[in-house]
């Protein structure tokens, strides 16, 4: 059973910069992409960053573009999202998700397997 664990959320002031990483075990983890969702109180799950399974391929939404960086590291079984210049509206709990797929997908249906999330919170 594929299990997901992030961390590395909190509380933090706009511009400012957090590193959440994300702990995969129970798959072959080096064989499929990850994906990053986050999902805003009343707002639906929406598609951050991903990685593909090689780690040559990395995929944003524009709304982070130049400011979010994915990345993984197979010999740890994990995958890190590192937040640049946080603005208040990246408030949201923040998702990790794997499934059998070699390349990133941006819609959250596609993916069966996620963690429990982690809550970031940005001051204006």
């Known amino acids: 059973q594929v299990q997901l664990v992030e961390s590395g959320g909190g509380l933090v002031q706009a511009g400012g910069s957090l590193r959440l990483s994300c702990a995969v075990s129970?798959?072959?983890?080096?064989?499929?992409?990850v994906g990053w969702f986050r999902q805003a109180s009343g707002e639906a799950r929406e598609f951050v960053a991903g990685?593909?399974?090689?780690?040559?391929?990395?995929y944003y939404a524009d709304s982070v573009k130049g400011r979010f960086t994915v990345s993984r590291d197979n010999a740890k079984n994990t995958v890190y999202l590192q937040m640049n210049s946080l603005e208040p509206e990246g408030a949201a709990v923040y998702y990790c998700?794997?499934?059998?797929?070699?390349?990133?997908?941006?819609?959250?249906?596609?993916?069966?397997?996620w963690g429990q999330g982690t809550q970031i919170t940005v001051s204006a």
């Open positions: 129970g798959n072959s983890f080096s064989s499929y992409a």
């Open positions: 990685i593909s399974w090689s780690g040559d391929y990395t």
């Open positions: 998700t794997q499934d059998s797929l070699t390349e990133v997908q941006v819609r959250a249906s596609q993916y069966a397997c």
